[in-house]
Structure formats: structure tokens, C-alpha cells
């Protein structure tokens, strides 16, 4: 669950807390590069438990923030390697799509092979 509108004083243990009537596997705040609370955080929980948690904080303010709850698609169980694509240049600085890489792990260049480990692309069945 992504949450949004969050006031820069909620911290990661404060939405550990908000949520822990919920079966959650983590909660976390986000913060930029530079260390600055962009406002927004997410929880996972148990599939179970989403529909019921939106119910309960619809309307919600935390620290005078009304905070707003989204379903994010997706998880722990989707990996990276189902969204990358290979492209290549054509032209003047124009980008094309080549292939996908869902189409066999053979067509990941092999410096991104050396980075994951080649026990790290594997499908799933």
C-alpha cells in the first residue's frame, strides 16, 4: 500500500505503529537522495488486510496531514528482470526498443550478469 500526504514529522516507526493492528511484512517512509522527506511511504501487508486498511484511513489526517492510501501492484514476488528491456540507439540520439528480457535471460548483457550473479535471473514457473 502506497501512502501519500504524509506530514515530514511521520517517521517509519510511526507507521509501524499506525498499521500494526495489520498483518505487515514492513512499513518505511520515503526520503530523497539528500536525505529530504518527500511525503510519501508505503506498507506491506497481507493481501488480506489491504481492503480493510483502506477502509479505516479513508479520511484520515495524521499530524494535520490527510493522508492517502493506493494499492500498488506487484511486491516482493515481481523482480526486476520482468520490467527490464534492452534498447539501442538509432540515428541522432534516438532510443529503440530491441527486446524485452522476458524473452530468455540470454540477451542480458553480461556486465549486468556479472553485477546480479547468474543464479539472480531466473523464471519462475
Do not use: W
Not at 540507439?89 to 532510443?95: A, D, F, S
Not at 528480457?101 to 540477451?107: D, M
Amino acid at each position: 500500500v502506497n501512502i501519500s500526504n504524509l506530514a515530514p514529522s511521520v517517521l517509519t516507526a510511526h507507521l509501524e505503529e499506525l498499521f500494526s493492528t495489520y498483518s505487515i511484512d514492513s512499513a518505511s517512509v520515503h526520503y530523497g537522495e539528500k536525505g529530504n522527506h518527500l511525503g510519501t511511504g508505503e506498507v506491506v501487508m497481507k493481501k488480506k488486510d489491504v481492503q480493510r486498511a483502506l477502509t479505516d484511513f479513508k479520511g484520515i489526517a495524521v499530524d494535520g496531514s490527510r493522508i492517502v492510501l493506493a494499492i500498488v501492484e506487484g511486491g516482493v514476488g515481481t523482480s526486476i528482470f520482468n520490467r527490464v528491456q534492452i534498447v539501442k540507439k538509432v540515428g541522432r540520439g534516438g532510443i529503440q526498443k530491441k527486446r524485452s528480457v522476458n524473452s530468455g535471460t540470454s540477451h542480458i548483457p553480461i556486465q549486468l550478469v556479472k553485477k546480479v550473479g547468474r543464479g539472480g535471473i531466473q523464471k519462475k514457473r
